[in-house]
């Protein structure tokens, strides 16, 4: 009598996954702004503190279509907020022409000056994943296009213990795109954006440039 044959199964075809993005996160970052070009005889207004100046990201939606296991197209929604803090002793306000213009702050009690902005964000990025442990582990990086709808936007300061918020325009841009990267292992990683896009309305203000890099923790 012979013996029966087994069919065999490898690990790989037992776990093999589904492809699963990786914008689902929350994501926590340091804010520059670069290429500053302000008007003839203008203050440099705009420079920040990078270490007081941050990038909060929420990003609650994600679809992803893969062309394998390991590659595919990512893209979602999600909420950006983001705070410049201002090095030297300025605020910003709009002019009668809409035009963005430095306010000094001559006191010696200011705490803090800055500039906040919201956006809601869509990435279109392209995705490769790298299996580890029985394909389960998986290192991946990924880069495309974003871009933005601003929700909201104010500038804040701090005398002593006095604070004042301004919610009216600073010709902050409505809509921006730029490009962004990610790259980590399972759910936790890097990522970087540079919008091409400039942080005010065209010919209203400084031309500069936004670039955040920071930690994502994936949910």
Do not use: C
């Amino acid at each position: 009598i012979k013996p029966r044959k087994h069919r065999s199964f490898t690990l790989d075809n037992r776990n093999k996954q589904k492809f699963d993005g990786h914008w689902a996160s929350l994501d926590f970052g340091g804010n520059q702004l670069l290429n500053t070009v302000y008007p003839d005889g203008a203050p440099q207004f705009l420079l920040t503190h990078p270490e007081k100046s941050f990038e909060v990201n929420i990003n609650f939606a994600e679809y992803s279509f893969g062309f394998g296991s390991y590659v595919g197209i990512v893209t979602g929604l999600g909420l950006n907020f983001n705070d410049y803090k201002f090095k030297n002793p300025y605020t910003i306000q709009r002019d009668e022409n809409g035009v963005i213009q430095p306010i000094k702050i001559d006191d010696e009690g200011l705490k803090l000056t800055k500039l906040s902005t919201g956006y809601i964000t869509a990435p279109l990025m392209l995705e490769f994943q790298i299996p580890g442990n029985h394909g389960q582990d998986r290192m991946y990086i990924a880069a495309g296009l974003i871009g933005g709808l601003k929700i909201g936007e104010h500038t804040k300061t701090k005398i002593d213990d006095v604070k004042a918020k301004n919610k009216t325009d600073h010709a902050i841009a409505p809509l921006r795109w730029g490009y962004t990267a990610r790259a980590g292992f399972n759910d936790f990683g890097i990522y970087a954006t540079y919008y091409n896009t400039g942080l005010f309305e065209k010919g209203k203000g400084p031309e500069t440039t936004p670039f955040t890099v920071g930690v994502t923790l994936a949910f």
